[in-house]
């Protein structure tokens, strides 16, 4: 079983930056492929970034060049740097933990983003 706790959510001003972390515990941290996903209201969830064990990353076309993922694998962290903030980044996001196959399996809590315009 994998815990995910998120932290560094908030409210900031369009332009500015926040920091997501999320701390794991349970199975080997560094196995497991890391996301991190939003849900507006009214909205689906969709996920915004992902990094894999020998850490490439993907992410979704509206953050490219002003959000960047990371992981820590000796501290079983996973963090979302956001910069450049738009109104529309506004959501709850979640850390998100899956297996080299299968779809996400593992969820945080959720933080909640306001980006203020």
């Known amino acids: 079983q994998v815990q995910l706790v998120e932290s560094g959510g908030g409210l900031v001003q369009a332009g500015g930056s926040l920091k997501l972390s999320c701390a794991a515990s349970?199975?080997?941290?560094?196995?497991?492929?890391m996301g991190w996903f939003r849900q507006a209201p009214g909205k689906e969830r969709e996920l915004v970034a992902s990094i894999i064990r020998n850490e490439i990353t993907t992410y979704t076309d509206s953050v490219k060049g002003r959000f960047t993922i990371s992981r820590d694998n000796a501290r079983s962290t996973v963090s979302l740097q956001m910069n450049s903030l738009k109104p529309e980044d506004t959501a709850v996001y979640y850390c998100?933990?899956?297996?080299?196959?299968?779809?996400?399996?593992?969820w945080g809590q959720g933080t909640q983003v306001t980006v203020s315009s």
């Open positions: 349970g199975p080997t941290f560094s196995s497991l492929l």
């Open positions: 998100a933990a899956r297996f080299t196959t299968g779809p996400y399996h593992f």
